[in-house]
């Protein structure tokens, strides 16, 4: 065995970049960007990790992943072991490790960070799930004895999933009712390829199917049958709802119904879930985005994503128009830095206020207003403010609005006895999920509003240890 | 997969298929819509649902062959699947005893409005149909219109059967006869569904229309299917797909529905391609057998 490394010893090592697709490369396929790490780049990043007595890391992870346990097993090239810990509390670590902000959550925590550059704990959380996955082939937990009991999950998004994995090893029955025709939620529809492979999100859906899961596709809980139905007709003992945001918002400016303006939803599930980059190999089209102009309002990651994705379509100029400044973006840090190499441009402080476009109905520009930063509003952010005489035209011929989702009243309006707030979430009982009506559960986005993937598995995952008690207490 | 039970030729380029979709069948109400995926590559493609029987299961859709994906649905033939359906989507058409009722179909809208036309006569309404088509082989649904409905009225824009005009001359004769309509409801091509609100604004008389714009989800998760409905903006998958003629911003309909016009060309050629592709290698194949 090597001697452990002192503590300056492993201060010394740098962080270990991602390897990663050409800038001027990638923005031209769908190809995931990050390569991911060797094994060699991952046990030299692990050895970075102090290993604190006390892991301020794992207070910063939402689902308390065991961070410092499982990085020093990869220390030790103990990978199946490393595997083993993080799905302890994280049961979607390949998609985690890709989406996660971990820039604001463990990464911030991290006491490397203090000096040097903090331990890359989402790139570690990758490798070690790819590593499982490719080398060691999906290894499916085993699951109680059958308990009788049936459980209707409905939306298949992180939520869902997580729900789903933990209520069948408990020995029930579990359907899983989606809206649309594929799995997976905004993992599959929202979230593009070059950043989370499909691939990934069905191998997990598989390994559920395997351990018994039942998925409905092309079930929209509501109309095909109701949240009640479901419970009476069908015979569940209890319901977890977990149908995402899913309500697009506009800007609510002239011109917004232009030929070419869409909300990221409908561009991001054109390309991603529709596969219209590939037209007309697949029926579905989009813009033609080819030696374009277009611009995407927002800051998040979903305006990320449909830049970029924009890019790859042969948009020669795509901006990012967002009325704050670059510090108060929400998007993902790694997201913001990929854009700029790959040559997106920001339009920063300046919010849109009108679309205009020809007599035929097709988007030609936006009128644009420049902004200045005031005092903190209710978020903490400062508040951006309308510079006098600054408008000014900037050409384009498509745009896409990404400056958030509601929630999509389908259910509201057709459960009578769920409780709501005013933006249309379902209220619960934040430790178990439980909702104002009897063996119905919710979380996810439908309850946060649009939040995060780590979020909302964790909050499936607080679901199903709630329904398992329900049930077990049931008759 | 849903199976084909039943499909026929109802006119040139016009299909009805009947297919299994229990669940479909139990639920849905006269106005509601299904989204369809012919393959596996499909795009979602709504369409209305004509009739169903509960006790078999199924649900009737008729479908007008125009884009690369309908002219491929309506390749199809009992036995076969479609990769998806999905559904009832959309409200129900609000359905009460008016007193006369006058339904009006253009085209393939005839079979759109009929299940609504059956619903506004079981809730005791007077109903008159108008059925109007360019030439008397596309008119469709006549007979079942015929059997449901107290009076059917047929116009063609050739004058080779019924009445020699358009659906709106028919309408402004049964207005100028004196006769009283309390309510019309018009589905067809959107030049029509304008001239028919165009018609029945001076009389005050209620008029609701069926919206088609191009829709991907249909849960009102992408707004792609929005519109302008009394100055406001709707998403005609949720909030529809039927409306208060008179307050529907028709020209921006027209202009939306035409936004993949280009793409869908490129689609259709590219089906022709493959179609010939495949008639061609098959061809060489059986020359090397
Ligand atoms: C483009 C984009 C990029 C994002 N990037 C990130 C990121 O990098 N990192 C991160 O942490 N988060 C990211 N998010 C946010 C994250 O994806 C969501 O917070 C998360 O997916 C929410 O999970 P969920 O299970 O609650 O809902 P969803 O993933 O939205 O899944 C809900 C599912 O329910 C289905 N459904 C809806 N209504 C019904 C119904 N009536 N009946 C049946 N099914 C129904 C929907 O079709 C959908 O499949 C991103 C979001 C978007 C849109
Ligand atoms: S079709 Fe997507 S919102 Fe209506």
Not at chain 1, 185 to 213: M, N, S
Not at chain 1, 394 to 416: C, E, W
Request: aromatic share 6%; with cysteine.
């Amino acid at each position: 065995m090597q001697t452990p490394l002192s503590k300056k010893d492993r201060m010394k090592i740098p962080r270990q970049p991602m390897p990663e697709q050409d800038p001027d490369v990638r923005n031209k396929n769908f190809l995931e960007v990050n390569l991911g790490y060797t094994e060699e780049l991952a046990v030299l990043e692990a050895q970075r990790c102090l290993q604190c007595p006390k892991p301020f890391c794992v207070d910063g992870c939402p689902v308390g992943v065991q961070i410092k346990d499982f990085i020093s097993l990869v220390a030790e090239g103990k990978i199946a072991e490393a595997a083993a810990k993080i799905k302890e509390d994280n049961v979607l670590p390949a998609v985690c490790g890709r989406v996660c902000p971990q820039e604001e959550q463990c990464e911030i925590k991290c006491v490397v960070g203090n000096k040097n550059e903090p331990v890359a704990i989402g790139r570690l959380e990758r490798f070690v799930a790819d590593y499982e996955r490719e080398k060691l082939g999906m290894r499916l937990p085993v699951c109680k004895p059958k308990t009788g009991k049936k459980v209707a999950i409905v939306g298949s998004g992180p939520a869902g999933l997580s729900c789903a994995a933990d209520c069948i090893q408990a020995g029930h029955g579990v359907t899983v009712f989606e809206a649309l025709h594929e799995i997976g939620g905004v993992l599959l529809y929202g979230i593009p390829e070059f950043r989370l492979p499909k691939d990934i999100v069905k191998v997990e859906v598989q390994a559920l199917e395997e351990l018994g899961v039942e998925f409905r596709t092309n079930a929209v809980i509501g109309f095909t049958d109701s949240i009640d139905e479901l419970l009476t007709v069908e015979g569940y003992d209890a319901v977890f709802i977990a149908v995402g945001a899913g309500l697009p918002y506009f800007m609510n400016i002239p011109g917004e119904n232009l030929n070419g303006v869409y909300s990221a939803n409908e561009f991001l599930t054109r390309v991603n879930l529709m596969k219209a980059y590939d037209f007309p190999n697949h029926d579905t089209p989009v813009f033609d985005c080819k030696g374009k102009s277009v611009a995407i309002f927002g800051g998040g990651n979903t305006a990320m994503d449909a830049v970029r994705t924009s890019k790859r379509l042969g948009a020669k100029n795509a901006y990012i128009v967002y009325r704050r400044s670059e510090i108060e973006m929400p998007a993902r840090a790694e997201e913001v830095h990929h854009a700029k190499q790959e040559g997106i441009e920001f339009q920063l402080l300046t919010n849109p206020i009108e679309f205009v476009g020809t007599e035929e109905g097709w988007l030609t520009g936006v009128k644009l207003l420049k902004m200045e930063l005031g005092e903190p509003d209710a978020s903490g952010r400062r508040k951006p403010i309308p510079i006098k005489d600054s408008e000014f035209i900037l050409p384009i011929d498509m745009a896409v609005i990404a400056i958030g989702n509601g929630s999509n009243p389908i259910i509201q309006k057709t459960t009578p006895g769920l409780e709501f707030n005013k933006w249309g979430n379902i209220v619960v009982n934040s430790e178990t999920m439980l909702t104002s009506r009897e063996g119905v559960f919710a979380g996810g986005d439908i309850v946060t509003g649009g939040a995060t993937v780590i979020l909302a598995m964790g909050a499936g995952r607080k679901a199903a240890k709630a329904i398992n008690e329900y049930l077990f207490n049931k008759e | 997969m849903n199976k084909i039970i039943e499909s026929k030729f109802l006119a040139k380029d016009v299909k009805r298929f009947v297919i299994e979709a229990p669940k479909i069948a139990a639920k849905r109400k006269p106005g509601q819509f299904v989204i369809v995926r012919s393959n596996s590559k499909g795009e979602r493609i709504p369409l209305t649902i004509a009739d169903s029987d509960l006790e078999k299961g199924t649900i009737t859709i008729i479908v007008q062959g125009i884009g690369k994906s309908t002219k491929e649905i309506n390749s199809f033939n009992s036995g076969d699947f479609f990769h998806d359906v999905v559904g009832p989507l959309g409200q129900p058409s609000h359905l009460e005893n008016f007193g006369t009722a006058v339904s009006i179909g253009g085209g393939v809208g005839a079979a759109i409005a009929y299940p609504t036309a059956v619903g506004l006569k079981q809730a005791g309404n007077h109903t008159i149909s108008i059925v109007g088509a360019r030439t008397k082989d596309l008119v469709i649904l006549e007979e079942e219109m015929r059997a449901n409905v107290d009076e059917v009225y047929i116009t063609t824009d050739d004058g080779s059967y019924g009445f020699h005009g358009f659906v709106t001359q028919q309408l402004q004769k049964l207005i100028d006869d004196g006769r009283k309509i309390d309510f019309v409801l018009a589905i067809g091509p959107i030049p029509m569904m304008r001239a028919i609100a165009e018609t029945t604004r001076p009389y005050n008389i209620k008029t609701v229309v069926s919206l088609n714009p191009i829709m991907v989800d249909g849960t009102g998760m992408c707004g792609g299917c929005r519109a302008t409905v009394d100055n406001k903006t709707v998403f005609v998958c949720v909030d529809g797909p039927e409306f208060d003629a008179h307050k529907v911003d028709f020209d921006l309909l027209i202009k939306r529905n035409k936004t993949y016009t280009q793409s869908e060309k490129t689609a259709v050629e590219h089906f022709h391609q493959c179609h010939y592709d495949k008639v061609f290698d098959l061809a060489i194949s059986e020359n090397k057998s």
